[in-house]
């Protein structure tokens, strides 16, 4: 069965400071990996996916996140938080019969 | 292309009343899925359908149900409603095979339950 921990519902980053959302994974079969951002009274928006193949990910908006088997993990970066990167973040894997997101991490950007 | 359209985006019901809520997916999607999404519980799987076949569902009591038309079009059914059932319903279509694809959501439908 597959499961995703998002560790920290919230963190806090100042502007211009490095970001790290972190995701870790469960999965029995090779995984394919989403992270999604959600701003307030929206829906869910694709940042990045990891499918196969080169394990740095680059995404919309700065973001960009390693594949890590040996840790199971997917963490979420950028180098330099801005404003309008306050949202909710969700990590998620698809193991074939449907996605399961984690728990959300609230992103809040400090002035 | 025109995005993920869901209608309506608010609804008021109380409890007892059954609610229909629509979703238009991408064109040429075929793929569309339903989440529910609660501050308590988050975003939880309600069901599939591709080619107007469900292929998934969540595990969900049988007061929800859905179904999806010839274009692609799906609609999602609560009926009698508890007030356990407000949360932010989200849609989501694909092009065809959900494991692969990347889900495209809508902006959701706010229900709240009186």
């Known amino acids: 069965a597959q499961s995703v921990t998002q560790l920290g519902s919230h963190v806090s980053v100042s502007e211009g400071a490095l970001v790290l959302l972190r995701c870790n994974y469960s999965?029995?079969?090779?995984?394919?990996l989403f992270w999604y951002v959600q701003y307030p009274n929206q829906g869910l928006q694709l940042l990045l996916k990891?499918?196969?193949?080169?394990?740095l990910v680059k995404g919309i908006n700065g973001f960009e996140a390693e594949f890590k088997k040996s840790e199971t993990s997917f963490h979420l970066t950028k180098p330099s938080a801005h404003m309008s990167d306050a949202a909710e973040y969700f990590c998620?894997?698809?193991?074939?019969?449907?996605?399961?997101f984690g728990k959300g991490t609230r992103l809040h950007i400090l002035p | 292309k025109a995005g993920v359209t869901q209608t309506p985006r608010y609804l008021i019901k109380t409890r007892g009343q059954q609610v229909t809520l629509s979703c238009s997916p991408i064109?040429?999607?075929?793929?569309v899925s339903w989440y529910q999404q609660t501050p308590g519980q988050g975003l939880q799987f309600l069901f599939e359908y591709f080619s107007e076949t469900q292929r998934n569902k969540g595990n969900f009591p049988g007061r929800f149900s859905g179904r999806q038309f010839s274009n692609s079009r799906s609609e999602m059914n609560v009926s009698t409603l508890e007030l356990g059932d407000s949360a932010l319903y989200l849609c989501?279509?694909?092009?065809?095979?959900?494991?692969?694809?990347?889900?495209?959501f809508g902006p959701g439908t706010r229900l709240t339950v009186l």
């Open positions: 998620a894997v698809n193991g074939g019969a449907k996605i399961i």
């Open positions: 999965s029995s079969v090779p995984p394919y």
């Open positions: 064109s040429g999607h075929r793929s």
């Open positions: 989501a279509s694909g092009p065809r095979d959900r494991s692969t694809d990347t889900q495209y």
């Open positions: 990891y499918t196969t193949g080169a394990t």
